[in-house]
C-alpha cells in the first residue's frame, strides 16, 4: 500500500490525462463521451483557468478538442504503448506526459505510473468483477492486466459516478471512504438546438416505419449485463395482450442478432441527431439492465421529455428514485405489465416525464466540472512518500 499522502503547496495544476478512448476507432465510446464531456465543462469554465489539461492523443481523436485543452502525441501505438506498460512497467504514462501535476485516469485501464505522482482514477462500474460472463476472452485479460484493485489503492483519489460504485469501491478492493469521492455527471447528451427540436417533436427523421409515440427505445450496448434479451421477451408477451408499440434498440453488440424479432427494430449505432429525434418521439425509454454505473439513457430522456422504465437495480434508485416505473430485474412478465400501462395510461407518461425532468434540472456538467476539478486540485496537493 502507498504512504500517507503528504501536502504541499500548489496555485497551478497541469493534469495529463490518459486519453486514449478518443482516438478513432476505440471500442471505449461510453469512456470517450464522458471524457469529451469533462475536457468541454472544464476548458468552457474561467473558474478552472489554473487547471491545464494535457490529453495523450494517439493520431487525430474523433472529435477535435475543446481549446484550452493541449493534445500531447506520442507516435507509439495505444495497444503497444500500454500493453508494455502493463506486462514491463514502463513507459511510464506521467513520463510520456511530461510529468504532470495530476494524472487522470478516466477509467479502469492498463497502465504504468511513477511511484510519487498524484493519480486520479475514475471507476464507472465493476461489472468486469461482478458479471465477468459478460466479457470476451480478450476483454477479461485486458482487466487483469489493468489490475483494478491495485490500481484503485494505487490512486490518490478515486472518483466514482454513484454512491453505489462507491460502496463496491470501498467493500471489494478495500480503497479508504475518505480516498473516494462521488462526482455525479452531467445529464448525458444534450437535447437539440431549438430548430432541430421543433422538427423532431414532429417525428420529422425518424427512420421509416416508426411513428410518433409508437415505439418503445432501448438504447446501449447489446450486451449480456444490459439485458437486451429482456426486453424483448416482455415486448413479445405485451404483444399477446394487446401491445401494439414496436420496439426498437440503438446500439450495437455482441446480442444483435438475438433480438431480431417480430414487432422489434434494430436499428445499431446511431449518431447523436438521430438519438435526439428518437428519443423525443419515443413512448417511453425501457432500461433493463442488471448492472450499470450510472446510466445515462433514462435521464437523457428525461431530458426530452421522455418517461422511463427501468430495471430495480441500486443505480436507478440513487438517480431516479420515483421518477422512473421499476420492475424487478430479469423478470420480463412483470416489464411486459409495465410496457401495458405505459401504452394505455398517458397521464402517467406525462407525470413520470415531468418528475424525471426535475431530476435532470438537477444535473449538469458545469457542477460536474467545478467537482471534479476540485478533486484534481486535492490530489495535486498531495505529494506521496516513499
Not at 20 to 36: E, F, I
Not at 51 to 61: D, H, K, Q
Not at 89 to 117: E, M, N, S
Not at 334 to 346: F, I, T
Request: charged share 25%; hydrophobic share 45%; net charge positive.
Amino acid at each position: 500500500m502507498p504512504g500517507a499522502p503528504a501536502e504541499r503547496c500548489s496555485c497551478y495544476v497541469v493534469v495529463g490525462i490518459d486519453g486514449r478512448s478518443l482516438r478513432q476507432g476505440s471500442p471505449a465510446r461510453g469512456v470517450a463521451r464522458y471524457l469529451r464531456h469533462f475536457l468541454a465543462a472544464l476548458a468552457g469554465d474561467e473558474r478552472h483557468r489554473d487547471i491545464e489539461l494535457r490529453v495523450l492523443s494517439f493520431g487525430a481523436p474523433e472529435e477535435p478538442l475543446p481549446p484550452r485543452v493541449e493534445a500531447f502525441s506520442t507516435r507509439i501505438p495505444s495497444r503497444v504503448l500500454f500493453g508494455t506498460a502493463a506486462l514491463a512497467g514502463r513507459p511510464r504514462l506521467d513520463r510520456v506526459l511530461g510529468t504532470p501535476d495530476v494524472v487522470w485516469l478516466p477509467a479502469v485501464a492498463p497502465v504504468a505510473l511513477g511511484g510519487h505522482t498524484p493519480v486520479v482514477l475514475t471507476v464507472h462500474d465493476l461489472s468486469f468483477e461482478t458479471e465477468p460472463r459478460d466479457f470476451s476472452r480478450y476483454e477479461r485479460l485486458w482487466h487483469r492486466l489493468a489490475r483494478p484493485r491495485k490500481l484503485a489503492q494505487r490512486a490518490t483519489l478515486v472518483v466514482v459516478p454513484s454512491a453505489h460504485t462507491g460502496r463496491l469501491v470501498r467493500e471489494r478492493w478495500g480503497v479508504p471512504d475518505e480516498r473516494v469521492r462521488l462526482v455525479r455527471p452531467g445529464p448525458g447528451r444534450p437535447p437539440a438546438t431549438p430548430a432541430s427540436r421543433e422538427a423532431a417533436d414532429g417525428g420529422v427523421g425518424l427512420p421509416a416505419g416508426l411513428e410518433p409515440l409508437g415505439y418503445f427505445l432501448v438504447v446501449g450496448a447489446l450486451e449480456p449485463r444490459k439485458r437486451p434479451d429482456i426486453a424483448c421477451d416482455a415486448h413479445a408477451l405485451a404483444r399477446q395482450c394487446g401491445l401494439k408499440a414496436t420496439l426498437v434498440f440503438a446500439g450495437d453488440g455482441p446480442l444483435r442478432a438475438r433480438l431480431r424479432r417480430e414487432g422489434v427494430v434494430v436499428l445499431g449505432r446511431v449518431d447523436d441527431a438521430l438519438l435526439d429525434v428518437l428519443y423525443r418521439n419515443a413512448l417511453c425509454l425501457v432500461c433493463p439492465s442488471r448492472e450499470e454505473g450510472f446510466g445515462f439513457p433514462p435521464l437523457e430522456a428525461a431530458a426530452r421529455g421522455t418517461p422511463a422504465v427501468v430495471s430495480d437495480i441500486a443505480v436507478f434508485e440513487e438517480t431516479l428514485g420515483d421518477a422512473a416505473l421499476r420492475f424487478p430485474s430479469g423478470d420480463a412478465a412483470a416489464l411486459a405489465e409495465r410496457l401495458l400501462e405505459v401504452e394505455r395510461d398517458p397521464r402517467l407518461r406525462d407525470r413520470l416525464a415531468a418528475a424525471a425532468r426535475e431530476v435532470v434540472a438537477r444535473l449538469s456538467w458545469e457542477r460536474a466540472a467545478a467537482e471534479l476539478a476540485a478533486v484534481f486540485r486535492a490530489a495535486a496537493s498531495m505529494l506521496r512518500e516513499p
